[in-house]
Every structure is written in C-alpha cells, then in structure tokens.
C-alpha cells in the first residue's frame, strides 16, 4: 500500500524560507507534484503549484514561479519542494500527490495517491 508522507512545515515571518519533503514515493522517477489547500477552501480542489516528470522536467503555478523549486531525489523516492521568500498568501496546507506530470495536468481527489498535507503558516 502506497501512503505518500508530507514534512517539514512550520510558521516562518514573511520573506523567510521552507522545504517540505514528501516521502514514500512507489517508483523512482515516479511524476509527482505539490498542491496546496487554504484555510475556509476546503470543499474545493487543491491549487496544484509544482510537478517534476518522469525525465525530471519541473512545471509550476504562476503564483509561485521564480520562489518555489521542486525536486525529487530519485534513490530515496523523496519529493522536495523548497520555498523562499514565502508570503501571507502562501499560509495553507501543502500536500504531495502522484502521478503528477505537469502543474496544469492535475489528477482527482479520487485518482492516484495524495498526502495528508504539513501546514504552512506565513505571519509576522
């Protein structure tokens, strides 16, 4: 049984840094990606921010781009997701899932494996 396992979340000022880890990846160039859910926004889709492909090609959302960088350790089935210069806005609950190819190509709720989510809180 595959359970994909999100780390390294936390409160950080405005400005500051993060990187999250998703661990338990079934494949090692397994497309995976990164979603994230506000707080009051539950009952909708998770914004998808990042994905890494099979070949290691990288997608992001406009609203990160330039801040947010996905990778993925191919040897330890790791995902990785380094955030800098973080905001208010970006205070939400993060959560891995797969398969996830491009940022644009998201999967279902219902489809695949998806995370709990680590929280991220962004506040002076």
């Known amino acids: 049984q595959v359970e994909l396992t999100e780390s390294g979340g936390g409160s950080v000022p405005p400005g500051g840094s993060l990187q999250l880890s998703c661990s338990g990846s079934p494949y090692k160039d397994y497309c995976m990606g990164w979603f994230r859910r506000f707080k009051g926004r539950e009952r909708e889709f998770p914004e998808p921010?990042?994905?890494?492909?099979?070949?290691?090609?990288?997608t992001y959302a406009e609203s990160v781009k330039g801040r947010f960088t996905i990778s993925r350790d191919n040897d330890k089935k790791t995902l990785f997701l380094f955030m800098n210069n973080l905001k208010p806005e970006d205070t939400a609950t993060y959560i891995c899932?797969?398969?996830?190819?491009?940022?644009?190509?998201?999967?279902?709720?219902?489809?695949?494996?998806w995370g709990q989510g680590v929280q991220v809180n962004v506040s002076l």
């Open positions: 921010i990042a994905a890494v492909d099979s070949s290691g090609g990288t």
């Open positions: 899932a797969a398969p996830v190819c491009e940022v644009d190509a998201p999967i279902p709720p219902s489809f695949g494996y």
